[in-house]
């Protein structure tokens, strides 16, 4: 543990961590755009600054560790006039048009400017003028709305390993870009759309079929049904339909997902898609209840046994059940039905 | 492999062959030999200096002097201005703008007659009749050259006339007799800062890698110059590039390392294909690569070349570059000599501190401390650039005074013109103005003056430079060269620089005054790496030093300095004679008048090219 002092008070705080963390540790919340715990530090969005006693100018606090003594402001005049700057500059170069873009209400650049009373981009002169790239199936972006925190880029490279977006360009002219600048389509993205969970911005969008406001949607969280991986997950819901997925934090999955997961959803709302169990009746599937269908299911499985004994039985299950789910499978037919002829197909 | 005594065998041979161009000037000779030595720097390379030394080989050979006469190209002298530039030794004689159509005079009056080309002998080396030997002409003489000790006196491609000089003396001398810890304290005491800008102990950062326990550990040379003006590391590399090896080998030994990397952008092919040539020649004589002179100590050298950003100067982004990666720099969480490249303890040093340190070791640390200032020992060489006499390179003690350097070295303000302020530091400095030209130079003074030493670039500006001008040029070149990585300098130089230029086109308002210097403030304090940190540096500095040619720009629409294209107005007063010049020569065709009768510009029409003013014969054409 370290002392530090923090806006005038003291603190014990684990040592080896970021001052951003400290400070969060013990409940002030500094603003960032580009830092994402599970990424390494970036310090180029330059919100997250703080004065530190002792150094000439800011030092950002997502990349600056604690030391025993240290003596941290947070919210000085001076900082709050820099990060108001700051989201000036980055406002200036971004489009105004927060009343259509399906980001408000869950945007960071729109909340720090409400935070830090920016009403406009007060700069004006040369604003990005970009292509928005709808080439991927699944997401867009748009580089107009881009404010360059990278944290799509190094979710990309660092955590999804994939390494399809990078930088192109510098300075004023850098944006976010695929290989020769070719497009989504044609670059080696797997669309997964972790760049788009971790996109601050309206930069990169899912595509979707409805058009909704952030705050129309109530959350479900649940664990993706896919794979047995257990990712977890969030289901976007308006009145009665899934309108998209989000991430989850979740232990299996770091808060990362799959194309599948992340948008193969569609299904849901499918008119063919079974809602309740079916029976075959006189030559044809009815709909019936849960307790018919188990107690179908009962009755065959007492009868068969009874007949021609447990190896009469195999079991064999969907790489989209959980771990859980294949488990209990498992359990049923060894020690319910006394047979070890069960498997799974993803096994092969 | 070579031993130390072959290492001794080769200079005494060597330095017999030199001998002509090292002796004493007034040490008297009747002898028929010579040496002609002519600069192979950039400026005089680019102006076909190679082409000089192959004619003038050839009539030499016509008139059967070869024997006597001995033809080298050497690394730059130093006057850019007047190249090509050719010296003659055992006099000392520095003939100036030396052409093609020159060669036969020299070679029939100088070298078969003995007789002096006066009309050829650099100007300020003619004093009452006399012919001055090159050390007294005052543009050398209060030079001190540390780092560019052998430009000029040796012949880049041979590295016997290297080892003559006592050229890999030093670091036979570290590697045999001194311990790591031993050549640290020693760049500690001679307090060696770092030459590429900030001014960082060598020693200090030399230590602190060696006292990391790593299995790896890395030596960089940054020669990835970029200054706009700047090329003394580019001199150093193409006509001095084995001190700068042996610096790095010295470099190695002490921090434990044995790999180097010689970090060059690739704009510099000259000096690529030299470092390439040094590094095979040291490698042959084993004074580079396994077993360096039979010890047990090993250090191998590779070149990696730049792409041309400027960023790729900063330390960890050129450390980003070489591990292949976009050139941005990184966040500082470590220090690069803990974890730099490849997170192996890294030294980075400039070319220039790494060409101080075999003199160092050497000739001793009180010789060294005894030259420039206790903020600073030692020397910098600076780019001399702009509206000076004497453009080129100059080495100085550090203390000397601004005014030495720009009037007395560098020859003042051509064409009578009067002098406004100095530009130091390239696009992270500042400009200083006429009341500091008495300020003694060094990293403490010129940063309290609000500019910066950087890299060694001086750019001098006249009465006819318009400040607000001067600082939109800098910042045009921050903002192109920007990374983008980081908020305040991708986004915010580039709206400074939009302000600029409203305001140099006349559509500034009082309030980009004041968000001029708000933005700047928080650009300065705000951004992630030195070239973000520094960029506001010209605004800041001509903003608080001419703060009136601002307003008169934004209040009174006017350019005082009558630059601004936007602001000016050419117009032609009754000295005119009607001669008619500057109606034919004007590109737009927006001048009237009869021959012999008063022009009249036409200013709807007039692109402001000047044209007219250049060619009047009668100086009617004025700015207003």
């Known amino acids: 543990m370290v002392n530090i002092k923090i806006n005038g008070i003291d603190y014990q705080v684990e040592d080896n961590i970021s001052v951003l963390e400290a400070c969060r540790a013990v409940g002030i919340e500094i603003p960032t755009l580009c830092n994402d715990d599970r990424l390494q530090p970036h310090a180029a969005c330059r919100l997250c600054i703080v004065e530190v006693e002792g150094k000439r100018g800011f030092e950002a606090s997502c990349s600056l560790k604690v030391w025993d003594g240290m003596a941290v402001e947070t919210h000085s005049p001076r900082v709050m006039k820099a990060r108001a700057d700051i989201l000036d500059l980055l406002f200036s170069n971004h489009p105004e048009d927060c009343l259509t873009c399906e980001k408000s209400g869950d945007c960071k650049l729109q909340d720090y400017c409400f935070e830090y009373g920016v009403e406009k981009g007060s700069y004006v002169g040369e604003k990005k003028d970009y292509p928005v790239d709808y080439s991927n199936h699944f997401y867009s972006y748009d580089p107009n709305k881009c404010i360059l925190c990278g944290r799509c880029v190094r979710v990309c490279s660092e955590l999804q390993c994939t390494g399809a977006i990078g930088l192109e360009g510098r300075g004023f002219s850098t944006k976010v870009s695929t290989p020769f600048d070719m497009g989504l389509a044609q670059s080696t993205c797997v669309s997964c759309g972790n760049c788009v969970a971790v996109c601050p911005v309206g930069a990169l969008m899912p595509k979707r079929k409805e058009k909704v406001r952030y705050w129309d949607m109530e959350k479900v969280k649940t664990t993706c049904s896919y794979c047995g991986v257990g990712c977890q997950m969030e289901l976007l819901i308006k009145g009665d339909k899934v309108v998209g997925v989000e991430p989850a934090d979740g232990k299996a999955n770091n808060g990362l997902l799959c194309v599948k997961g992340r948008f193969a959803y569609s299904f849901v709302n499918h008119p063919d898609r079974l809602k309740t169990p079916l029976i075959k009746r006189n030559g044809r599937f009815e709909e019936a209840t849960w307790d018919e269908a188990y107690n179908l299911i009962v009755d065959r499985i007492n009868g068969i046994k009874a007949d021609s004994g447990p190896e009469a039985f195999a079991g064999l299950t969907s790489a989209r059940c959980t771990n859980e789910e294949n488990y209990i499978f498992q359990k049923l037919f060894r020690a319910v039905i006394g047979t070890n002829n069960v498997d799974h197909c993803a096994r092969l | ?624």
């Open chain 2, 1 to 624: 492999m070579i031993t130390i005594q072959d290492l001794n065998k080769i200079k005494e041979k060597t330095l017999k062959k030199m001998e002509l161009r090292l002796r004493a000037k007034d040490e008297k000779t009747d002898i028929k030999e010579r040496h002609v030595l002519i600069c192979g720097g950039p400026g005089c390379h680019s102006a076909n200096a190679e082409g000089i030394k192959m004619a003038l080989e050839e009539k030499i050979k016509k008139k059967d002097l070869h024997k006597e006469v001995k033809v080298s190209l050497a690394g730059c002298f130093g006057l850019c201005e007047t190249g090509p530039n050719i010296e003659i030794y055992p006099e000392g004689i520095f003939y100036a703008h030396v052409g093609m159509d020159d060669l036969d005079e020299i070679v029939e009056e100088h070298l078969c007659n003995g007789n002096i080309v006066e009309r050829l002998v650099f100007e300020d080396a003619l004093e009452d009749g006399k012919v001055k030997h090159v050390s007294d002409i005052t543009f050398y003489k209060k030079q001190k050259k540390i780092a560019l000790r052998n430009c000029g006196i040796i012949d880049y491609v041979n590295l016997d006339e290297y080892i003559a000089l006592d050229g890999y003396q030093a670091l036979a001398k570290v590697i045999t007799e001194m311990t790591q810890q031993d050549i640290i304290d020693m760049m500690k005491e001679a307090n060696l800062r770092g030459r590429g800008g900030a001014g960082f102990p060598a020693g200090i950062k030399w230590e602190t890698a060696y006292k990391y326990h790593a299995d790896q550990k890395y030596v960089i040379c940054n020669a990835d110059e970029g200054d706009p003006g700047a090329f003394m590391d580019r001199s150093i590399l193409e006509g001095d590039p084995h001190s700068v090896l042996e610096a790095m080998a010295i470099c190695g030994y002490a921090i434990g390392s044995n790999q180097g990397f010689i970090y060059i952008r690739a704009e510099y092919p000259i000096a690529v294909r030299r470092l390439e040539m040094a590094i095979e020649q040291a490698k042959d004589k084993g004074l580079l690569g396994k077993n360096i002179l039979g010890t047990d100590f090993s250090f191998d050298i590779e070149l990696r070349l730049g792409a041309g950003a400027f960023v790729c100067g900063e330390g960890t982004a050129l450390m980003e570059s070489i591990e292949g990666k976009r050139g941005m720099p990184r966040t500082k969480i470590y220090r690069t000599s803990h974890r730099g490249l490849w997170q192996k303890p890294t030294i980075i040093n400039n070319v220039e501190t790494f060409a101080n340190v075999p003199a160092i070791v050497q000739n001793g640390v009180e010789w060294f401390k005894n030259i420039g200032t206790e903020d600073t020992p030692g020397t910098k060489v600076f780019a001399l650039g702009g509206k000076i006499a004497n453009t080129g390179l100059v080495e100085i003690p550090m203390g000397l005074t601004l005014r030495e350097i720009i009037f007395d070295i560098g020859g003042g303000i051509p064409n009578g013109k009067k002098f406004k302020a100095v530009q130091t530091g390239g696009p992270s400095g500042g400009c200083i103005p006429e009341e500091h030209l008495d300020t003694p130079v060094d990293f403490g003074s010129l940063g309290r003056l609000g500019s910066i030493m950087g890299s060694g670039g001086m750019i001098v500006l006249d009465e006819d430079d318009c400040m607000v001008d001067i600082a939109r040029f800098f910042l045009d070149f921050t903002v192109d060269e920007s990374c983008g990585k980081c908020t305040p300098c991708r986004e915010g130089t580039k709206r400074m620089l939009e302000i600029l230029e409203r305001i140099t086109e006349g559509k500034g308002t009082p309030e980009d005054l004041d968000r001029l210097e708000s933005l700047a403030e928080t650009i300065t304090q705000a951004s992630l790496c030195g070239l973000g940190q520094t960029a506001a540096n010209p605004v800041v500095s001509t903003m608080k030093y001419f703060r009136e040619e601002y307003e008169a720009h934004v209040y009174d629409k006017k350019c005082p300095a009558g630059s601004c294209k936007e602001l000016i107005e050419y117009f032609i007063t009754d000295d005119c004679t009607g001669c008619t010049l500057c109606a034919r020569n004007c590109p737009v065709s927006c001048i009237e008048g009869k021959v012999r009768e008063l022009h009249v510009i036409d200013q709807s029409k007039c692109i402001k090219c000047g044209d007219c003013m250049a060619v009047c014969r009668f100086d009617a054409v004025i700015i207003r």
